[in-house]
């Protein structure tokens, strides 16, 4: 039981909370007695989910309207949270989005998104809550990576690029904060039935190809739950596609080669 008494009004941040691992990370640290802070675009979604949350757990949950590409006024609102909040405890870097498109066919406008989103609004995030972390002496910041960024794939280029540098900031950071007693954990995850697939892969065909392989995102709330306030370094799942991504840093060509068809299903 003093396990499951480890969250209790801690106050944590979630990006993109209004649905899929998000929500679902919401809920869990809410049933753990932690007081998640829910941001992403959508206030109906947000309200449903601060309603159900403090009804059910009796537990503060506040939430902010925000559109992370805005630079300034996600900077403001990260302040503004922890204005509100007198502390923060994690940081979690949800908020993502993957548009499956050939280099020579993609818009600027897209591969622009995907680097504002994925990396600046991460980045910004820590830039604003990290000091706030050195001061009080702990804190955990836990990106949300991918293993497109272990792992990358056609249709995928600028999509697995923002995921490298995902893991790549991750990385330094965890170094650079060692003796500061906050912890940095990437999460690096293969595909999960959310609504990610919809901007990513609309007409549904890499979906067909891989569902059997999809992750719940309710289990991968769990593993990250589960993990918060612990020296995690990474979480990845499914476990064979992380055996996988150490073949491939050992044999690159040979394992392109041999999974050309498969890494070709996103065509």
């Given amino acids: 039981m003093i396990f ?7 106050n944590i941040i979630i990006t993109g909370a209004s649905s899929g691992i998000g929500e679902k990370i919401a809920t869990r640290v809410a ?14 979604k947000l309200e449903q989910l601060q309603t159900e949350l403090t009804r ?34 994690a940081l979690i870097n949800n908020a993502g989005v993957g548009i499956f498109e050939y280099v020579n066919e993609a818009s600027w406008e897209s591969t622009d998104r ?16 990290l000091p706030h972390f050195i001061e009080q002496g702990h804190g955990h910041i836990v990106n949300i990576a991918s293993m497109a960024g272990k792992i990358a794939t056609p249709k995928a280029a600028v999509y697995s690029s923002t995921k490298h540098a995902v893991l790549g900031f991750s990385n330094a950071l965890r170094l650079e904060t060692a003796a500061t007693g906050v912890y940095v954990t990437t999460v690096n995850l293969g595909p999960v039935k959310t609504n990610f697939f919809t901007t990513a892969d609309p ?15 309710d289990q991968v709330a769990k593993k990250v739950v589960n993990s918060l306030f612990t020296k995690k370094r990474e979480i990845n799942m499914p476990g064979w596609m992380d055996a ?15 999974l050309k068809n498969q890494f070709n299903k996103k065509g």
């Fill in 4 to 10: 499951l008494k480890e969250l209790h009004n801690k």
């Fill in 31 to 44: 049933a753990r007695g932690a007081n998640p802070i829910l941001v992403a675009r959508s206030e109906t």
């Fill in 56 to 89: 059910k757990f009796a537990v503060e949950c506040r939430y902010y309207v925000a559109d992370l590409v805005d630079v300034e006024s996600w900077k403001t609102t990260l302040q503004q949270i922890i204005a509100d909040a007198g502390k923060v405890d």
């Fill in 114 to 129: 995907m680097f504002q989103l994925n990396v600046m609004a991460l980045i910004q995030a820590v830039y604003q809550v």
């Fill in 203 to 217: 007409e549904g065909t890499y979906q067909q190809s891989v569902q059997r392989y999809m992750l719940d995102p």
């Fill in 244 to 258: 996988g991504s150490k073949v491939y840093s050992l044999f690159p060509h040979l394992f392109e080669r041999l």
